[in-house]
């Protein structure tokens, strides 16, 4: 059957977490966890929903890129971007005047998330499967057919795509039932925010500990004596075999990281994420190698542009986990193939999530990564943050410090209308109350 897209609308969609704190960083201070929201409507009736995340300002001209490209999705069928997915994928990311806005980063390559994620969701619910399970049921050539593997050929080429998925056949089945029945495990970063108070943290790392976590992130970077009694406290708190990481999102020049994380290596983090500039592959590599000796790793990757940056981190040995993310990314496609390329170089992939919305999507791609790429669970694991799922029509469902497979059909990207009025920019009540105070 085939189903012609003959609508696309986004929205801008905000909540006002910085009242309360929720994510605050070394960097962004006050975010209200945002997005551009896009529904595309088809002749036949099926809806596509997909998003990209942003942090409240700005996120008004994510909306404006998306509409850009509206014009190369309404009036295809799903049928046909499908069968070509990888050219539409070209389409979208390679239009000769769009482009010189990228090309495949910033705020077009957050739009082509957006409008991807939408159409993946379409395609998903079209076969009455959730996205995991339309990709873990696909044969290796028509993964492969997703991807655009220009620039990425010196590393990866088709053919050793199709091998890697083709080796990961055996024990596929199983891998599947496992997850089923123990799901994919999660380390939680919603005990400390950085803007939270102490006793805060303690209430929440105290709850979290009950409830059979055991693996934590702090976020650090802003005040050296601050993150020593911070890493201090958790440290106490969760005990030695627990695992802990901190995140820095971007905050040092490269020596200062080195010194800076050295003096926590006493509270045995696994890794530091984000330590410079998300674009410094050198500066990566070089505090990869300082901090190897301290037995700390480097994870980046939430703000990695696009597979070519994530080509170079791996040549370069600049990260030791790729950390990938479902809406900075050209989407499934593009982290498929970041997926294939971390699996050639041994580097295991622990996504990022929390925001709004990326934990629900993001758990279908490691699912897929373990039970089709990877096939194995040493030192990965995905991001999990406990806020906004509430307003998802199939939130993620978390037990015993795992993610449990969806089982919705689609991407987990629709959002209850009602929440979405609520919240849209400027209109929304939640709005039009927060700027009356
Ligand atoms: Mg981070």
């Not at 295809?76 to 090309?103: A, C, H, N």
């Not at 699912?367 to 694991?381: E, H, P």
Request: proline share 4%; with cysteine; aromatic share 8%.
């Amino acid at each position: 059957m085939l189903h012609k897209i003959i609508n696309l609308t986004v929205r801008d969609v905000r909540f006002p977490t910085s009242v309360e704190q929720h994510g605050s960083d070394a960097m962004h201070t006050d975010p209200d966890y945002s997005a551009a929201y896009v529904v595309l409507d088809t002749d036949r009736g099926l809806r596509g929903f997909g998003l990209t995340f942003t942090l409240g300002k700005g996120t008004e001209i994510v909306v404006c890129a998306v509409e850009a490209l509206a014009a190369l999705v309404v009036g295809k069928s799903l049928q046909e971007i499908v069968s070509d997915f990888r050219g539409f994928y070209r389409l979208l990311t390679s239009d000769g005047q769009m482009r010189w806005l990228g090309p495949e980063k910033g705020v077009t390559h957050l739009a082509t998330a957006a409008v991807l994620n939408a159409v993946w969701d379409l395609w998903a619910r079209s076969e009455g499967k959730p996205l995991w399970k339309l990709l873990v049921d696909m044969d290796p050539e028509q993964i492969v057919s997703c991807i655009d593997f220009r620039y990425i050929t010196d590393v990866l080429t088709e053919k050793e795509a199709v091998d890697i998925l083709v080796k990961a056949q055996e024990g596929k089945q199983q891998r599947e039932d496992q997850m089923q029945k123990e799901g994919y495990p999660a380390y939680t970063t919603s005990c400390a925010w950085l803007g939270y108070p102490d006793q805060q943290l303690k209430q929440l790392c105290t709850d979290a500990l009950k409830s059979g976590w055991t693996k934590f992130k702090v976020k650090v970077g802003a005040d050296l004596e601050d993150d020593i009694r911070r890493c201090r406290l958790i440290r106490q708190m969760i005990g030695p075999n627990n695992t802990l990481m901190i995140d820095a999102n971007q905050r040092w020049d490269v020596a200062e990281a080195i010194s800076w994380v050295s003096r926590l290596s006493e509270f045995k983090p696994l890794w530091i994420e984000e330590p410079t500039s998300p674009d410094d592959i050198l500066g990566h590599a070089a505090i990869s190698k300082a901090l190897a000796p301290l037995g700390i790793g480097v994870a980046t990757g939430e703000q990695c542009h696009n597979r070519v940056m994530f080509k170079q981190f791996l040549q370069a040995s600049a990260l030791q986990f790729v950390q990938i993310d479902s809406c900075r990314l050209g989407s499934v496609n593009e982290n498929l193939a970041v997926l294939l390329m971390a699996h050639k170089f041994q580097v295991p992939v622990c996504p990022h999530a929390g925001g709004v919305g990326l934990c629900e999507l993001v758990q279908h791609l490691i699912l897929f990564d373990y039970i089709c790429v990877s096939a194995s669970l040493d030192s990965r694991m995905c991001e999990y943050v406990d806020h906004l799922h509430k307003h998802f029509t199939s939130p993620v469902v978390i037990q015993d410090a795992h993610y449990m497979p969806p089982k919705d059909p689609g991407y987990s990207c629709e959002m209850l209308e009602a929440s979405v009025q609520k919240h849209q920019y400027p209109e929304g009540d939640v709005w039009k109350l927060h700027m009356n105070k």
